[in-house]
């Protein structure tokens, strides 16, 4: 165990949020030996995974990336970047890339970058399926073949193994495909020997900024100190700072069980954990444990098209029809079925108002839940009118015929004969193009974690003064 | 005599997120460790209570209690998946509502 401190700089809870730049400031001041910072999630859903696109700003990836390249140059310290373009597959990766390549230009930078695509081949996962080494994730469907033939992207969370390679390479930055998220802040430190639980729970906080302190913020940066047996816990802007109980809580975030977190081949288990405040806004870390799952586990994560969408919004104001709504759209949709539109295609109302953020498990529209409360009915509601079909032809048809059929509707007791929908746009159709599900959501063991996905996508890319050698 | 308890006014924190596509996550933050202990030692949170707030079945709730942060936090089935067609909250954070209408007799 080394005697001396490891200090990290996290800018931000996803690349492209972007910081305070006077945060930042105060972290470099700090003399890291590490700038890291996830780049991704799942959480936007599944069409950025399936399209290859990014859910974050190119102009502020770009922005967060220069602060962090830049930095890391001036201090000599490793920059690494997980989940490149906010999904990590090859797309992704692809463009992070490009924005390095332009920023390593535009500064005239020189350093060395490995990158890590997380891809894994359907041939690798058919052959795991056949052998049985395939794990369902709580409520997650059996993967099948026609899951898996129709997944457009499939990428591997990968753990610390390979980022510890690049990094025991010497390389000034490491670009990674889809991480488990800890492993850009864990890897440098683990690979120097520091304890890898402490490291793993260390780059857990810090993977989120500043969302773990207190106010928190996804926008604004993180520091952390690991040494022997704790790490301490940083906000850099005099606005936050870390409690006992704001690092606690950040452990619940997103996750199933505080105690235990899974991840690429082990647990991390927080069950004998202490946070200890050490004034100054800052929080003391001890006794995260590393229990190490056998086999070895990586989590897949993939995407396919399902269909084509078509949205309309539209608001109603007339208290009749309001009254009446869940019955008028049964009607409206019955209609539109009679008439042939959208046979092979998926109708929802979004009823906002009403029961559109929680849908059938409104308690406020189900009677008898508990918590359920009565009060008066709404004086307006939005409606989004959601068409789900093979083409996108299809998918404009059912939203067409689905609006102009509410717009006419005649129900019951109905005076307002001249229209039922107030639309804020013309037009008030719009075609969303596709429309993805996560097809893939399991365990697969593996053997050699540090070669996974593969050894040959693998490359060192050196710039010199920005230019691209070799 | 009886008091009446209710979440909003026991919690500091009462909010709902995806963990992973599959399942959403209720985190309650209590005020302090003796309203956390009043909760905890009472089970006044218990898979059954969510199961019913949230139209799912009772084995499909799990609920951790979390001493460091005085929290407890349920984990349960999404409806639907994140971003399957007719999903209503992608990332899950506007799910919390019910909760916050909660109230025992004590």
């Known amino acids: ?470 | 005599m009886k008091t009446k308890l209710r979440l909003i006014d026991a919690a500091r924190v009462i909010r709902s997120k995806n963990s992973g596509p599959y399942e959403l996550t209720l985190d309650v933050l209590f005020a302090d460790r003796k309203t956390y202990e009043l909760f905890r030692d009472r089970r006044l949170i218990d898979p059954p209570l969510v199961a019913g707030l949230y139209g799912v079945a009772e084995g499909e709730v799990s609920v951790v209690w979390f001493e460091p942060a005085n929290a407890v936090k349920a984990t349960l089935r999404r409806r639907l998946p994140s971003g399957a067609p007719g999903d209503s909250d992608i990332y899950g954070a506007q799910q919390h509502g019910p909760l916050l209408g909660l109230e025992w007799e004590l």
């Open chain 1, 1 to 470: 165990m080394p005697s001396s401190e490891f200090r990290v700089l996290s800018p931000t809870a996803i690349l492209g949020y972007g910081f305070p730049a006077a945060s930042f400031e105060a972290g470099v001041d700090r003399r890291p030996d590490l700038i890291a910072v996830d780049a991704g999630s799942t959480d936007p859903g599944p069409y950025y995974l399936g399209s290859g696109k990014p859910f974050t700003n190119r102009a502020f990836v770009k922005r967060d990336l220069r602060y962090m390249l830049v930095a890391g140059r001036k201090l000599g310290v490793p920059v690494v970047i997980g989940t490149a373009g906010g999904s990590g597959a090859a797309p992704h990766l692809a463009w992070c890339r490009t924005i390095i390549e332009e920023i390593a230009r535009e500064e005239g930078l020189s350093f060395r970058m490995a990158v890590i695509p997380s891809d894994v081949p359907k041939s690798v996962v058919r052959a795991a399926l056949a052998a049985g080494k395939i794990e369902s994730l709580p409520y997650v469907p059996p993967l099948t073949e026609e899951a898996l033939e129709g997944t457009t992207n499939l990428v591997a969370q990968i753990g610390l193994e390979p980022v510890m390679a690049a990094l025991g390479e010497g390389v000034d930055v490491v670009l990674a495909g889809r991480c488990y998220d800890p492993v850009n802040f864990a890897a440098l430190p683990a690979l120097r020997g520091y304890d890898e639980a402490l490291a793993l729970h260390m780059g857990k906080i810090l993977e989120c900024g500043a969302i773990a302190a207190t106010p928190g913020s996804g926008a604004d940066c993180a520091f952390a100190t690991l040494s022997g047996d704790a790490f301490v816990l940083e906000a850099l802007n005099p606005l936050r700072k870390f409690t006992v109980e704001s690092a606690a809580a950040h452990t619940l975030y997103e996750k199933s069980d505080p105690y235990h977190l899974p991840g690429p081949g082990g647990v991390l288990d927080l069950s004998a954990c202490s946070f200890e405040e050490l004034g100054g806004g800052a929080v003391a870390v001890r006794g995260s444990r590393h229990v190490p799952t056998i086999p070895y586990k990586v989590k897949l994560e993939g995407a396919r098209p399902v269909g084509f969408r078509t949205v309309c919004v539209a608001g109603v104001r007339d208290p009749i029809l309001i009254a009446s709504i869940e019955e008028v759209l049964e009607a409206v949709r019955t209609q539109v079925r009679s008439m042939g539109g959208g046979e092979n295609g998926e109708l929802h109302f979004h009823v906002y108002g009403r029961n559109g953020v929680m849908g059938d498990a409104e308690p406020m529209t189900a009677a008898g839940m508990p918590g359920a409360t009565i009060r008066e009915a709404p004086y307006e509601l939005g409606i989004v009118i959601e068409a789900v079909a093979a083409s996108q032809d299809e998918a404009d048809t059912l939203a067409s015929v689905t609006r102009s059929t509410l717009l006419h509707y005649g129900y019951r007791g109905r005076i307002s004969t001249a229209g039922n929908l107030a639309f804020p746009f013309s037009p008030s159709d719009t075609p969303m193009g596709k429309v993805y599900e996560f097809s893939v959501y399991h365990l697969m063991e593996l053997e050699d974690p540090e070669n996974f996905p593969s050894r040959e996508g693998r490359e060192t890319v050196t710039f010199n003064k920005g230019r691209i050698e070799g």
